[in-house]
């Protein structure tokens, strides 16, 4: 759809996280070793489960998954936010507006989804152990992957489509580091009632879900761990669910209250901190939580760094 059928602005202006020009340069350089981190962290996982046959399991399955949508999602912002450290308008095209908006949407409700599959799939693997393998067979895996990506999907198109049909008359500031949908229905001269109730529906229908299957499968996660009567058979449990736990309550918690409150009960500003901390410090921890915290990555590292040093 051609810019011009819709709005008479052509491109935005991204205001960045601060206007204050004594901040821009320690902030880029924060922000760049965020994306570093995030970058090695993410693409070292998946790097280090398709080496290791071992982790060749649904879980690492899912992890793996985790890490791609991790690294794609952090890649579609991240770049694009150092530009507005280092230039005095950073500006991006209405076309790239709508990409970014796109892509946004897509990662962050996979997201949502796959932490939802790694929450049954944890509930198969600790209440229905004998029946695991049979479960969470690969046909089982893919099917609940295309789940994920077909729901990001759905949701990409239906927010992008949502700003779309809106117009956009004279100002092109958006309040943001990156096109987010908030910012850009509080820019718009027309948006209304209807494009808020869209956004809400889709978001507390997605992370509704989500969280309910999350709850769900910890619940009956749980109930399983008290009905062990050794003390070392709970810490196991509790171990293996436990970077995941960390993962949902720190993603769902900033997501929710971002999104699910009305634009007027929190500031934009305040909003950006929201979206910062689920865009770019969740891609960047996760990783780091899942590979201090779990034995199996860190014999796969040890192997394949002593296969490196032995070559």
Do not use: W
Not at 44 to 53: A, D, K, P, V, Y
Not at 235 to 254: D, E, N, Q, Y
Not at 280 to 296: E, F, H
């Amino acid at each position: 759809m051609a810019a011009d059928n819709t709005s008479s602005v052509t491109e935005f202006i991204l205001a960045g996280l601060t206007n204050q020009p004594g901040l821009q340069l320690p902030l880029f350089f924060l922000f760049l070793g965020f994306y570093m981190v995030t970058v090695v962290g993410n693409l070292g996982l998946m790097t280090l489960i398709g080496l290791n046959s071992h982790l060749h399991t649904p879980m690492y399955f899912f992890l793996f998954n985790l890490s791609f949508i991790d690294f794609s999602y952090s890649s579609t912002i991240i770049p694009k936010m150092l530009m507005s450290f280092v230039s005095k308008k950073n500006i991006i095209s209405y076309t790239g507006c709508m990409t970014q908006l796109f892509f946004f949407c897509f990662f962050v409700v996979c997201e949502c989804f796959i932490l939802s599959a790694m929450a049954y799939d944890r509930y198969v693997a600790i209440c229905k152990p004998l029946l695991y393998t049979v479960t969470m067979s690969p046909q089982v895996c893919l099917f609940l992957l295309l789940g994920v990506y077909g729901m990001g999907l759905l949701a990409a198109l239906a927010h992008t489509s949502n700003i779309l049909f809106l117009t956009f008359c004279a100002d092109n500031l958006v309040n943001h580091y990156m096109c987010d949908i908030l910012p850009l229905l509080e820019l718009s001269c027309n948006s209304s009632y209807m494009n808020l109730l869209v956004v809400f529906t889709f978001v507390g229908f997605g992370i509704g879900v989500c969280i309910v299957t999350i709850f769900l499968s910890y619940g009956f996660i749980l109930s399983s761990i008290f009905h062990i009567s050794s003390t070392e058979g709970r810490s196991k449990a509790f171990r293996t669910c436990s970077s995941h736990i960390m993962t949902v309550c720190l993603f769902f918690g900033s997501g929710t209250f971002g999104y699910l409150k009305p634009p007027s009960a929190v500031p934009l500003d305040q909003g950006k901190v929201c979206t910062l901390f689920y865009t770019i410090v969740m891609p960047m921890l996760n990783p780091l939580i899942y590979s201090l915290r779990n034995k199996d990555v860190k014999l796969a590292m040890k192997k394949t760094l002593g296969r490196i040093s032995f070559s």
